[in-house]
């Protein structure tokens, strides 16, 4: 039963259509808090309570908020590789210049 509720969840989000994946997210969330699986009915619970409208849109509007995390990884890399700076200036104009598609090497390092 557990593999049935993971892959049901997972074609939650794979479904064409907004109003469609609604409702298999609707009919999921009944059929994981009458499992009796106690791990599917705490997180059915949270997801109605906390998330529901969140993941509505999720799947009504296609938005993602991937995009910023990779951004967010990428700033962190270069705050990483630029620790020796003495100016916060300069890590700005590092990201600046590697978001928008510059690659410079920083001397002495390949």
């Not at 999921?28 to 906390?50: G, K, M, N």
């Not at 990201?95 to 690659?103: E, F």
């Amino acid at each position: 039963m557990t593999y049935l509720l993971n892959q049901q969840l997972r074609q939650v989000f794979a479904a064409p259509g907004g109003a469609d994946r609604i409702t298999l997210l609707d009919a999921w969330l009944d059929w994981a808090t009458t499992s009796q699986l106690t791990p599917f009915v705490e997180l059915a619970y949270r997801i109605r309570h906390y998330w529901r409208d969140d993941i509505a849109n999720t799947l009504t509007y296609r938005l993602s908020n991937g995009l910023i995390e990779s951004t967010n990884t990428k700033i962190r890399l270069l705050t990483r590789i630029a620790f020796g700076f003495k100016n916060p200036q300069a890590l700005i104009a590092m990201v600046r210049l590697h978001l928008c598609g510059y690659d410079l090497p920083l001397p002495g390092r390949p």
